[in-house]
């Protein structure tokens, strides 16, 4: 029984297999085809006409202000005028992150904490609706 099992997978495999194994058919013959143009190795490069409009445009004075590559960092004020928290972006990854004020809050006097502090820990992340 066990015998006639393994022949009738083995049987089986050799059918699935068979057309893998198969000599491919010829193809049909083309035309020669149009030897590939170096700008078609990288659709993200601007083409012809994207390089006469920035050109057009950096003539007509319309040209793309650089990006800042200063750190800013602002104040964020209560109705008493009193700043709350900083927010801080960097210049080279302009991803902001904030640090509370804690000033109006007692000193940390526990094991590990700074009793000069008066900022929190940096949030990296801020979620908000």
């Known amino acids: 029984m066990l015998k006639r099992m393994i022949a009738a997978a083995a049987a089986a495999l050799v059918s699935l297999a068979a057309p893998a ?18 700008s078609d190795a990288n659709p993200l490069l601007p ?18 202000k650089p990006v800042a590559k200063t ?21 080279t ?8 004020n804690l000033s109006d809050r007692p000193a940390d006097m526990n094991p590990g904490g700074n009793p000069r502090s008066t900022t929190g820990t940096t949030r990296q992340i801020h979620f908000g609706w």
């Not at 602002?74 to 008493?80: A, G, K, T």
């Open 21 to 38: 194994f198969a000599e491919p058919a010829a193809a049909p013959a083309q035309p020669e085809a149009a030897a590939p143009k170096p």
């Open 93 to 100: 990854t302009h991803i902001p992150y904030t640090i509370q």
């Open 71 to 91: 750190t800013t960092i602002d104040q964020v004020r209560d109705q008493d005028n009193r700043v709350v928290e900083y927010v801080v972006t960097p210049g």
């Open 47 to 64: 083409t012809e006409a994207d390089m006469q409009k920035a050109r057009e445009e950096r003539e007509a004075g319309r040209a793309p």
